[in-house]
């Protein structure tokens, strides 16, 4: 599994029920916090591509490890210091650095349905 124990941080339970949008980012089905051999429809975000496709958006990130993606949301955006925030359907928060994934093709931007 990808070592992220100084960068993941749980979301605290109580603003589940008090913000609604956290709540309404969080209301998932169990299947959204399991891997998936396959990323979703949408597309692999490339290096030549802007960031702002990753504004709010869903997104799934491949862990070479587990060689599964996992899907998250982009819940804060650093276009400058090309970083985000994410927050997975397990509700834990990482902030990524996007280059080395980007560059290695592990995030894929899922499509509105």
């Known amino acids: 599994a990808r070592d992220v124990s100084t960068r993941v941080v ?8 008090t913000d ?8 998932r089905t169990q299947t959204d916090a399991q891997g998936f051999k396959k990323p979703s429809t949408g597309f692999i975000l490339q290096v030549d591509e802007p960031l702002d496709a990753l504004k709010n958006a869903q997104i799934e990130l491949f862990w070479p490890d587990d060689n599964l993606w996992y899907r998250a949301e982009v819940i ?12 997975y359907a397990t509700s834990d928060v990482e902030t990524l650095d996007l280059d080395e994934l980007i560059r290695e093709g592990h995030v894929n931007v899922r499509r509105e349905t």
Not at 10 to 17: A, E, R, T
Not at 20 to 27: E, G, K, L, N
């Open 10 to 17: 749980s979301l605290d339970v109580n603003q589940l029920h």
């Open 76 to 87: 804060s955006l650093n276009e400058r210091n090309r970083t985000a925030k994410v927050l």
């Open 20 to 27: 609604p949008c956290i709540h309404s980012r969080f209301a």
